[in-house]
């Protein structure tokens, strides 16, 4: 069956193609007469007042330290409050934004108005001084709160890390994060400029939860249309099927069935066929009628752009300027224009025009910064192409001369000369030549130097005289990028090191936990340690003993073989308590760690005595911490033999519970008393050995009752959505035992949010630990995402 068409294609391009030849006839024509550079060299004659200074000797000496790295987030922020250079670094950062993402023009006082409202806010948290990790989970978790849109926060943290476990080999997971991550919030930001004073709240947080959605849906299409398609990763027939599919989606408002698939890529391309059906079905449900065709014809520009760009091949001598730049052109403005027509924005002509116009500026920017990657990888780009063919095609326009043109172009022809524009522009422009500079180093910036901008020696020391002196030009949003780049390796990094050594441990853990047969002529067989060991060897997380380990270890610096028999006795614990559980008293399990549970196996009074027998070998491996003194071990004792009494009374009120509907604050008790008891224990027993604070001790408690509540609650969410396979256990037995569970109370949602709302305390709680504990980070990361 063929669908109807919803646009016409060829038409639509044709369209946008007469507009940005237009414009890019408007550009020639100014670098031809080169009338750029009388016009920049006054107006960087006027801006460089504000960013040369000349310092006495004594203002000098007083300065005290110099300007710390830009690429260290938190200490040049502090930096930047203590000089007083705060207040105009986030304006011009947030008045580029307003330009760049949003569209306006900064001779509006409305506009103006909203950029000091900004920075106010802005700069009181950054400047707040407590220890949070910005752009933390925990933090984004609680400025959703504030919204109300905490269950699209936590959508699209799954989906996020979904996304992210799928980037292929040959693609960066971390550039495609922060790419979905700066989307969703540009499409956020066009939102919330498209509300005011009088949006209520309740409609504030509705369209707030549309636009997380809606910048999740648009966002994918970059790590899953264009980056894959640029990574060639995908075969040759691969690619064209695959392009086929995105044209015929966009052409006709539906996506195709996958069909059959020619090529090893299957598998992945299953996975982002459904993710980008689920996306498109949602962007395709919030468009208005009126702006349902305007969307499409965007999307079609924008991918068409790419497309044309895409099949380039710098071996070909024989492009024209103008298909060189009109696509560049094209894809740099529509990939804004989509954003508003995304949200069902009304049409704003004016707005639209400086979009359009201001697109070339940053691309021209990127593929600067780009050039040597993109050369590497053979893309065809003005940069590329003019490194290749300058000295051969006379005719060529020198990229970077373009980029002065659109400059100065925007600044009086765009932006009516408004001098704020053009400071903003020009601190920009220079930025990024210093940054370049700066990671490029000075002898291969001075090549690329010679090569594209020699042909205006005067204009061009000039400018090199403002990268080499100007001061007061970086911006917040790139040191938001590489704060984000640099937290999204290390938190991946961290979490391979947790997860890895957690792996090593188990397998240790593993090794000693069996106990060893003893001789007893009186006995035929010993059907006790046969049941314990039975046990002990089912494929079980070792949660408590591997957090002990990384507290006593890498917290306390312990002797990691003098801490041995704590972790044994932990796991002795564990387990008994988790045959307790499955008895046919208690929970009536028949299957535990992905076998039978023991009293299938045994009977239930073997497997009753067979969990006290283990509670009493627990209490004898604490007693073999024989190089720890006595009084130490003696209060250890005291504080496990407490525990396991606690663990006793959660268990029972849980039996106890059974077909009654408990209070929330009951079932907080209870869980802490059966799980989270068992993970303060983890933590507080190294802490005894190492002698703690008691301060200390309280902390590590408090965080302990909020990251077992998260555990159990994420327990309760896997009985019902989880996979029996992957969990070893069957799911629905909760609501099958009619037991009172964080989902029954709650609901599914409701569930979540607790989930979220423990985790976020206990994250808070890890900021007054006086002593590395990332590795509780990642513990807390694996409770909420585990699947088992």
Sequence with gaps: MIEELLINADECYQHAEQKAALYFKSLYGQVLEKAYIPILTEDIRLWKHNHIHHHSLFSFLSRGKGKPDSRGYHHYIQWLNYTGKLDNYLDRSMSYIFMRDLGRALDSPDTLSRIDRVVNS??????????????????????????????????????????????????????????????????????????????????????????????????????????????????????????????????????????EWKGKNVALIKYIHAELREAFTYIKSKQRQETTKNFFAQSYVFFNSQEVDRIKDL????????????????????????????????????????????????????????????????????????????????????????????????????????????????????????????????????????????????????IQEMVRKADDVDFFDKLLRDHMITILKKDREEQEEFSNVS???????????????????????????????????GEGKRLRPIITWFMGVKAYGLNKTAIEPLLKSLEYMHTASLIFDDLPSQDNSSTRRGRPTLHEVYNIAISEITGLFLTQK?????????????????????????????????????????????????????CFYKTGIGFEASLIMPAILAQANDLEVEVLKKFARHAGIAFQIKDD???????????????????????????????LEGAKKEMWENYCIAMEVLQEVPRNTSFLKHFLNYIINRDH
């Design 618 to 670: 627990a209490i004898e491996e604490q007693t073999s911490l024989d190089q720890f003194d006595s009084k130490t071990v003696l209060n250890l004792i005291k504080y496990s033999a407490q525990t396991t009494a606690n663990m006793c009374r959660g268990q029972a009120m849980d039996l106890d519970s059974k077909g009654k509907q408990l209070t929330l604050d009951q079932l907080n008790m209870m």
């Design 122 to 259: 802005l700069k009181n948290h950054l400047t707040k001084g407590d220890k949070d990790e910005t752009f933390s989970m925990a933090w984004l978790y609680r400025i959703a709160q504030k919204e109300g849109v905490e269950s699209s926060l936590i959508w699209v943290i799954n989906k996020l890390k979904t996304v992210s476990s799928k980037i292929p080999n040959g693609m960066d997971a971390e550039q495609a994060q922060r790419k979905l991550i700066k989307i969703i919030a540009g499409v956020i930001m066009q939102e919330v400029e498209e509300m005011n004073d009088k949006t209520s709240p309740e409609e504030r947080s509705r369209r707030l939860d549309a636009a997380i959605r809606l910048g999740y849906s648009y966002g994918l299409t970059y790590p899953f249309i264009d980056d894959l398609l640029d990574a060639k990763i995908l075969s040759e027939e691969e690619e064209k099927q695959y392009s086929d599919l995105i044209r015929t989606t966009i052409i006709t408002g539906v996506v195709p069935e996958l069909g």
């Design 717 to 747: 969410l896997l009985d019902v959505e989880g996979n029996s396979a992957i969990l070893g256990k069957p799911i629905g037995k909760d609501e099958e035992n009619n037991n009172s569970t964080f989902v029954s109370i709650l609901g």
């Design 315 to 462: 071996s070909n001598a024989n492009y024209t300027n103008e298909e060189l730049y009109i696509p560049v052109i094209l894809k740099s403005s529509s990939s804004r224009l989509i954003v508003r027509s995304v949200i069902g924005a009304p049409e704003d002509k004016e707005l639209d025009d400086r979009t359009f116009f201001y697109g070339i500026y940053n691309q021209l920017a990127d593929d600067f910064a780009d050039m040597f990657d993109d050369m590497k990888d053979g893309a065809v780009t003005p940069y590329t192409y003019y490194m290749k063919y300058h000295d051969k095609r006379l005719d060529l326009i020198n990229p970077f001369e373009l980029y002065w043109t659109v400059i100065s172009n925007l600044i009086h022809n765009v932006y009516d000369s408004d001098r704020k524009t053009c400071e903003v522009i020009l601190d920009r422009a220079i930025n990024g030549l210093k940054r370049f500079k700066e990671r490029m180093g000075i002898k291969k910036y001075n090549e690329v130097m010679d090569l594209f901008a020699s042909s205006n020696p005067k204009f061009n020391r000039l």
């Design 503 to 537: 792996k090593t441990l188990r397998n240790q853990i593993n090794s000693i936990l069996n106990l060893p047969t003893i001789e007893n002529k009186r006995l035929i067989t010993d059907p006790i340690q046969d049941a314990a060991n039975y046990s002990l060897m």
